[in-house]
């Protein structure tokens, strides 16, 4: 009885030094990383969109490569190009007046489906069954990728009236979220949540990281020149938590899929890239609606 409580005790403290070790690369990687995405936001372009580009070329890669892992077929060239024009395509709001807008989206994404449809023509050694696979899975990752990543950028610049500072908050209360959801879950988390997607999600995680997202968003209103009173901003964070943990749910959907921990493994402590923006693809739309209402409400009031 006595080696096996030794034993336990051992297992015990090995797994407390593996947590904390996870923990330090986890904070060394984020001082690298999360003050590079704050000087990028808050400059903005060319170089802004010059680092999403990046990101999102490495976080499709990680995608083709989780689909693959499913046994399915994805055409890379297709789901290349697709997520460029995806990305591209909220960027170009910022110069499209009323009349573009009514006309541009229903024309650009006809042509852009169009135009994808041509790998279905060519010549293929896997069968032609996996042919209608390979470009439906293209059209998903860009889709998933370029579509949704491409409104970080123009939330920065579309929202005519301090854009970095709607960008930098979305970033600060997703990170605050994801942050305060790992931290209180491996502390005092039990409750398991959301274990047929994820089995490492609990109860006090998400309320924890909730709070902390809420708190972060008032402070940060309260602190900075931000357009928005502490309240407001608040439950728009708590908004915004709700909606990083749907990003967070549907990687972890992906990754199940496929059998694997991580979508890659770029990024020390925190896997893939795609580990690292899933809560800011769906948060980054998010935001672009919210601030674009705003927008609208503040002209409407002149």
């Known amino acids: 009885m006595a080696k096996r409580s030794n034993r336990r005790g051992a297992k015990s403290r090995a797994a407390q030094r593996t947590g904390w070790q996870d923990l330090v690369i986890r904070a060394l990687s984020a001082v690298v ?6 000087a990028l936001a808050y400059f903005g372009n060319p170089w802004l969109l010059i680092g999403m580009l990046l990101l999102g070329g490495l976080a499709l890669w990680e995608f083709v490569n989780l689909v693959r892992g499913m046994g399915l077929a994805v055409h890379r060239i297709t789901a290349g190009a697709l ?18 807008l009514v006309i541009l989206p229903p024309l650009f994404f006809t042509l852009i489906v169009l135009c994808s449809l041509w790998v279905l023509l060519l010549p293929r050694g896997d069968g032609y069954a996996q042919a209608f696979t390979g470009w439906g899975m293209a059209v998903a990752g860009a889709m998933y990728v370029g579509w949704l990543l491409g409104h970080t950028v123009a939330l920065r610049d579309y929202i005519y009236v301090r854009g970095e500072l709607w960008l930098i908050f979305a970033l600060v209360v997703t990170w605050a979220y994801d942050t305060g959801a790992y931290l209180v879950g491996r502390s005092i988390g039990k409750r398991r949540v959301f274990q047929h997607l994820s089995a490492g999600k609990t109860l006090e995680g998400t309320l924890g990281g909730a709070f902390i997202a809420v708190t972060a968003a ?16 608040g ?13 967070d749910l549907v990687e972890s959907l992906l990754k199940r899929g496929a059998d694997a921990k991580e979508s890659g493994s770029l990024i020390p402590g925190h896997g ?11 948060t980054g739309p998010f935001m672009f609606y919210v601030a674009l209402i705003w927008a609208s409400l503040q002209l409407g009031a002149q």
């Open 235 to 247: 439950l728009i964070g708590l908004a915004t938590a709700v909606v990083a943990q749907l990003g």
């Open 272 to 282: 893939g890239v795609l580990d690292r923006i899933d809560s800011l693809l769906f």
């Open 83 to 100: 997520t460029l024009g995806f990305f591209l395509w909220p960027y170009s709001l910022i110069w499209a007046g009323y009349a573009e």
């Open 218 to 233: 008032a402070l940060y209103a309260q602190f900075t020149p931000f357009p928005l009173s502490p309240i407001l901003a």
């Open 33 to 38: 990383y999360a003050p590079l995405l704050l």
